[in-house]
């Protein structure tokens, strides 16, 4: 494809000559200009599908890694950048087209479907009160339960892309004592963005773990686990133009921190906050009542 030796001649104006290309891969290697001093190494390596760069020898120590708009604000020029952005079409990153069709688990029931007597609903929907979530967050994310078949037993909280079509969702059991407490879909959850549709990436965002934190909070965003995938780092870089605030449960306070710094550069500096809680509890729990969690990082 034409635009990958584009994009590949982009970072040559600011790299030089590319050591290795495997064009198949998408993955392009060059001299890291902070770390490799004329060794000729090609540390510096570029997946250009991924829209990713590490240098494998000072990425952790000098940050020499992220998305690829970071690679040309430190080494290249603003213009570089903009070409970039322009040759590298919206498909170019793989995210809809190599998921298998998802479709909601069988049985899947939204709550206003069903009837408020039958003892299934009640038993979902007592589980949801009592984590504080109401009817109008029911109603708003699509929260369903299935009531038959081999996701009985679970609230079902559907995650859309951009164009509205299904990307991923959350089945969680309400049994306190059953053996798997999410039966969650096979498709990769770093592929997609949970719920994309309802971002709005001019407003503050807010990053939290899991899709029972999000619907707490207005526009956040639910990483499903402790680390951002790289879509995910690569699309706030592109597109936020708020700020950016990291509220990971009490227990990730060195994976918030370690966040904060890989984020806290480029085009985001100065836009991203940090949420330090306490105790043992999480945004879900406090309700996305986050305010007196502010840290002041330096
Ligand atoms: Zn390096």
């Known amino acids: 494809m034409d635009e990958f030796n584009d994009v590949v001649d982009l970072i040559s104006e600011f790299l030089g000559q590319p050591k290795k290309i495997y064009e198949h891969q998408s993955q392009v290697s060059w001299n890291c200009p902070v770390c490799d001093e004329d060794n000729n190494k090609g540390n510096l390596e570029v997946n250009i599908e991924k ?12 940050d020499t890694h992220g998305p690829l708009g970071k690679l040309f604000d430190l080494f290249g ?3 570089q950048k903009k070409i970039y952005y322009i040759l590298k ?28 007597r039958y003892p299934v609903y009640q ?38 892309d951009k164009n509205g079509v299904l990307n991923y969702y959350i089945a969680r059991s309400w049994d306190p004592h059953t053996k798997a407490k999410y039966k969650n879909p096979e498709s990769e959850k770093d592929k997609i ?17 899991g899709a029972f934190d999000s619907v707490f909070l207005p526009n956040s965003i639910p990483m499903l686990g ?31 921190v370690k ?4 984020l806290n ?6 836009r991203v906050k940090i949420i330090k809680i306490t105790g043992d509890s999480d945004v879900a729990d406090l309700r996305g009542n986050i305010n007196d969690y502010y840290y002041e990082m330096r």
């Open 193 to 209: 963005i949970f719920n994309e549709n309802l971002i709005d990436w001019d407003k503050d965002i807010f990053l939290v773990e």
């Open 77 to 79: 020029t603003k213009q």
């Open 259 to 262: 966040l904060f710094h890989n």
């Open 51 to 62: 829209s990713v760069f590490h240098c494998w020898s000072c990425g952790d120590s000098e």
């Open 89 to 116: 079409p919206e498909n170019f990153t793989p995210v809809e087209k190599i998921l298998p069709k998802l479709r909601l688990p069988d049985n899947f029931t939204l709550f206003r479907d069903s009837n408020p």
């Open 226 to 256: 402790k680390h951002m995938s790289d879509l995910l780092f690569e699309t706030l870089y592109e597109k936020a133009t708020g700020n950016i605030t990291i509220c990971l449960d009490s227990d990730a306070w060195a994976d918030s």
């Open 123 to 160: 038993q979902a929907y007592s589980y949801l009160k009592n984590r504080g979530i109401t009817d109008d967050i029911i109603e708003k994310y699509g929260i369903g339960f299935c009531d038959k078949g081999n996701h009985f037993g679970r609230i079902v909280i559907p995650s859309y």
């Open 265 to 270: 550069g480029g085009g985001l500096y100065g």
